[in-house]
Each structure stands twice: as C-alpha cells, then as structure tokens.
C-alpha cells in the first residue's frame, strides 16, 4: 500500500503548487464502529476502481496492538494507577493519550461502565444539550473526567488520521480528498457538528454525505457495472439502514434521461434515535429478568455493564458461523472482585426473538409509532424513539411521501421496487426477510408486485466504501451521481406585527429559505422581500424543517401548516452587533440562505442600502447562535 505518490499538481490561489490529491477516503463515522476505506485515483478510471480499506491499529488489550477494519467508537477513561503509558502506546505516537479508543476501550468499558464514552454520535445530534460541553460518560461520578460529544468524535477521527498517516507517509490523509458520512437525518446543527469535528482533526478537503446513499454508492460500486441490468427507469429504491444508534429511511428514484440512468434521492426519513444501542438495553433487560429469576439482584451500575456486553454478545451471535449462545460476565460490586463476578448467557435464540419480534413485529401499513404519556419528570439522556418497532416507523415513513414520487391512481403509500439494506443489525436473515415479508404484505394489498431485494452489500463496511468511490466519481466525473441536495425544506419563524393582546402571542408565518433539494453550494437571495431585523440586543431565531412540503420555493411565506408538514428545529439565540445603531433598533433587511459546499445551512442579513452582511451560523452551543458581521 505504501507507494510513491501520483506527481500530479494542482495550483494555488496564489501561483504556487500543492501535491494532487492521490487518494479518495471514505470514513464511516459511526455509533458503534468506524471505518475508513480509499479509492486510489492513480490506478482508477470511471467505475473500475482499486479501492481497499484500512487496517487499523488499535489497543486490543494493555500493551497488545493489533491492526483491525473497524474501529469500536468507544473511548475509555482509566483511572491514573489503572493503566500505564506504555499500555496505552500506540506505534507512531509521540506519547501515549490519556484515554484509549477502539476494541480495549469497549472491552475494558464493559467492566467499567461510568468511565466509558459511547454513542457520541447520537449525543452529537442531541438538540437538548450543549454538545460542545464535557458531558460524557453521561452518568459518570465527579472524579471521572469527561469529554464533550464533539471532542469525542474528534478523537476518534483523530485515530483515523494517524493510522492512515503512518501506513501512508508519503500520502498524509490531510491532503486527501476526504469524504465523512452522516444519518440522511441530520439536522443543520448535526451535520455543523460534523464538520467541526472533522476539521479539528485536520481534515482539509472535506464532503459530507448521507449514509444511506454511500450505501447504494457502495452496492454501485461492487456489481462491477452490472447495477444497470438490475434496476430500470421508473424503479423507487428504499433503503433501509439500521444502524447502532438511528435508523435510516431513504427513497432513491431511477430515471433515464438522455438515454442514461440517474439516481435521485426524493425523500428521507425523519430523525429516528433507534437501533443496536436500544436492542442492547433489551438484551440486557431480558438477561437481568432471567438472573434476578435466580435471585441475583443487579443494580444500576451492574445494568449497564450487562448491556455493554450484551452488545458484544448480540454482536458474535449474528456474525456468520455463530455459535449458539455467548456468555456475559457481571461485575461484581463487593469485595470479591474474582469470586463474585455474575455470569449468564445470551443465546442465538433469545437475539433473533428479540430482534425479530421485539423491533420489527408484523404491522400494517396503516400503523404508526406508539407514542405514550411522559411523565412530567425524566432523566437527562438520549432522546429514543418511543416506539421500537422498525416496522412501524417504516409504514409512517411510506405514507408520509406518498407524493415524493409518481404513484398509482389510489395507493396510499409509496410503493418501493427494490430495497437495499445496510447497518449491522441487518446481518441476520431474519430480519431481512422479516421487512421484506412486511412490506411486500403492504404492496400485495394494492396490487402491487413484490420490491426485490438489491443483493451484494457488505454490511460493515458498505458505507465507508460507498463513501469512498463517491468521492472518486465527484472527482473524476465519471460513473452514476446520486443527486438529491437538501433532505428538507427549511424555514425560518417571521413574528407578525400587532398589537399587544392580553394572553395571545403574535402569530408566527415560516419563510421558506431553502427548499427541498437545494443543491449544495448555491445561494438564493429573497430580495423582493423585506424584514426587519432587532440588533445590539439579544433575540431569538425560531427555524423549521419538513421533509414533506415539495411545492414550496424559496421566499413562499406560510401562515399555517400541520404538525406533521412542519416540524421545528433547535431555536437560535443570538446577539447582533449594533453597528453605530441603538440598541434595540429594527434594521430593514433581505435574507440571502447558501447551502455550503459540504451539505450546511447558512442564513445571511443584509441591510437595505447597507454594506453589512450578518451571517447567522448553526452554532449549537444549547441554546445560542453566533452572528458575524
């Protein structure tokens, strides 16, 4: 792997010469494991494509290095007797970091809950906290140090970075072209976030893309050309990704036009926090059913050591030549650390039961999430869904976009052709022939045919190699391009102007700023429209989201809308500059909305007649906005 450089150069701004990008990366930044895979350009053209992925060093055990595809997305905080610096080392560290990321870490982690950083991903589109903030472990003691959940998947893109650097020395992925993936889902502040962390670590050329689409890109990519004979125009794509913290809905339409096939994304699923972290907790919960059955009490400390490892027991048992049960130890809290461990044991059957019909249970199409009473009081944590049932996320889904594509007189739900699935939890068979049983139900009701089932994905690695071949199409302009632009409209809150009235609020209108598919990198200007803008006191920006209303353009004004075709977003505070004015004074303004060349939201304010130009950035500190001049 370690071969001299392509010599191509590209030019600067300023006349002088950088290196040419040699390689494609691709980096699928989890929930549970991260990969990183590469498309060499040097030896690719169009589809055909020498594409690899990394090996990636890792702690495995204290002072024990071992090169693996995936890297577990757990970090490990030891106490400072409890490992040494030689234990943590890693080959081409110049010293050995506080904490360790990868297998040892979530090893380690299961035995010690309160010191272990997991899910970052899902705290990082957490609109309830601050995400910048050292919050996690989330239930760890005073004396545990603790890491936001940007500073988390920073360093785990970190790690990514240094493996690759020392296998590829003369090719430092800081020069690469870099493409990172996100759920379809994020919001604008998520995928901020992102992009953040990924430039902390040191990542210049930078895309983000939906993970869903790396995994079509990466089915794409592994029939060889062939994906042409297995789709045709007029086919509707969904897939399915399930993965450990979300799951991921996506309806990819094919067209021919000028006699080729295009693929564009029509519609995305909302933001639903429900995958392999939820069906650990299950597994657990069932395995502390059975032990306290054999009066062996456990507490909460003990529960969630059960779970994480629960979760590598869910993990060896779908894996292919399972074997057909996996033991899990409990810590014990007493005295006796050796003697009085706790053991039970996950079986093959008891995951599959639970996966099968605890989150994918018959349904009909008709059915939607479960939604309970909340208690007035909760703990602070993640925001799962409700609902566990994939199947029924799944009908909510269909119905909802029953407009994102051309439909049968009569049907009442989009009616997919083909599906693709993706994400760990799909590697049972089970489970694949579960939703496809499902589905197919739904689709035989309205006299549709069967959806086929896209064959050929590697579950684990498909999105990072997807990921990677879509940076190499970009580049080369050459092989299929997954269009689709922004997974929502989005809208900002324009309050009206009356008279105070005693208990009513003035009415709130939503502005459309950047509609459904808005591609990146251009910008709208709604300058026949004009707002009035507070300055030099702290106000709010209320923003919207839909991933439903299709008709509306930039500028369209809505003064009333469903809580299903609007759903409201993070509200923004912020403080701008008053620029020689007086506090408090309304500036007349127009708003000019960019969709960045990775995927983000920008909102500018520009005062009429004025040179100024103030842009509002999703700057998620909870709740608070930053405004530039």
Not at 115 to 126: I, M
Not at 165 to 178: F, I, K, W, Y
Not at 267 to 286: C, K, P, R, S
Not at 321 to 337: E, F, H, I, M, Q
Request: aromatic share 6%; net charge negative; hydrophobic share 45%.
């Amino acid at each position: 792997m370690n071969e001299v450089a392509a010599s191509a150069d590209r030019t600067g701004a300023g006349g002088e010469k950088h290196p040419e990008p040699r390689y494609s990366i691709g980096i699928d930044l989890g929930t549970t494991h991260c990969a990183l895979s590469w498309v060499d350009e040097s030896r690719s053209d169009g589809e055909r494509v020498a594409q690899g992925v990394l090996d990636i060093p890792q702690l495995t055990a204290p002072a024990t290095v071992q090169a693996l595809s995936l890297l577990p997305s757990f970090l490990y905080l030891p106490h400072e007797s409890e490992l040494s610096a030689a234990d943590r080392a890693l080959p081409g560290q110049d010293a050995a970091q506080p904490f360790v990321v990868g297998e040892f870490a979530r090893a380690r982690g299961a035995a010690t809950p309160i010191r272990l950083v997991s899910s970052a991903k899902s705290w990082l589109c957490h609109p309830g906290v601050d995400r910048r903030a050292p919050i996690l472990p989330a239930d760890a003691p005073e004396e545990v140090p603790r890491l936001s959940p940007l500073q988390a998947s920073t360093e785990y893109l970190n790690h990514l970075r240094r493996a690759w650097d020392q296998a590829h020395p003369e090719a430092p992925l800081s020069a690469q072209r870099v493409t990172v993936t996100i759920p379809a889902s994020f919001d604008p502040a998520a995928r901020e976030l992102t992009a953040e962390a990924c430039q902390a670590a040191g990542f210049e050329h930078l895309t983000l893309l939906e993970e869903p689409q790396a995994a079509l890109y990466s089915w794409i990519q592994a029939s060889g050309g062939a994906w042409r004979k297995q789709v045709r125009d007029g086919d509707v794509i969904l897939v399915v990704d399930v993965g450990g913290g979300t799951t991921d809905l996506s309806l990819i339409a094919v067209q021919e036009r000028d006699g080729s096939l295009q693929l564009q994304r029509v519609a995305v699923g909302e933001h639903i926090l429900l995958g392999g972290d939820n069906m650990d907790l299950a597994l657990a919960y069932g395995a502390a059913r059975k032990l306290a059955a054999e009066g062996k009490q456990l507490d909460a400390w003990q529960t969630r050591a059960l779970a994480h490892g629960c979760r590598a027991a869910k993990e060896q048992l779908l894996a292919q030549d399972a074997p057909p049960s996996v033991p899990v130890v409990v810590p014990s809290r007493g005295s006796k650390l050796i003697g009085g461990s706790i053991r039970t044991e996950v079986t093959q059957e008891e995951v599959l039961q639970l996966l099968v019909e605890g989150f994918f249970p018959p349904a009909a199409i008709t059915d939607r999430p479960q939604v309970r009473a909340r208690a007035a009081l909760t703990q602070l944590g993640l925001p799962y869904a409700q609902d566990a049932a994939v199947t029924r996320h799944l009908a909510a889904f269909l119905s909802r976009q029953v407009e994102a594509t051309t439909r049968p007189e009569g049907a009442g739900f989009v009616h997919p052709t083909a599906v693709l699935f993706n994400g760990g939890v799909l590697k049972a068979p089970q489970v694949e022939a579960r939703i496809l049983q499902v589905l197919n139900g739904w689709l035989a009701a309205e006299g549709a045919p069967p959806a086929r089932l896209l064959e050929g994905a590697q579950l684990d690695l498909a999105v990072a190699r997807g990921a990677a071949y879509f940076g190499h199409v970009a580049h080369a302009g050459a092989g299929v391009r997954i269009r689709g632009g922004t997974a929502q409209s989005y809208y900002v809150g324009v309050e009206g102007n009356l008279p105070a009235i005693p208990g009513m609020e003035p009415p709130l209108s939503a502005l459309c700023l950047a509609p459904f598919g808005m591609e990146e990198g251009t910008e709208v200007a709604l300058a026949e429209q004009q707002f009035g803008l507070v300055v030099g006191e702290p106000v709010r920006l209320r923003f919207f989201g839909s991933s439903v209303r299709r008709q509306d353009t930039v500028g369209t004004l809505l003064e009333f809308w469903s809580p299903e075709e609007l759903v409201e977003l993070q509200e923004i505070e912020l403080h701008l500059p008053s620029e020689g004015r007086a506090a408090g004074e309304v500036v007349p303004v127009t708003l000019h909305a960019r969709v960045t060349d990775i995927g983000t939201l920008e909102l500018h304010a520009v005062p009429v007649g004025g040179h100024e130009r103030w842009k509002v950035e999703f700057d998620v500190r909870a709740p608070s906005a930053a405004a530039q001049g």
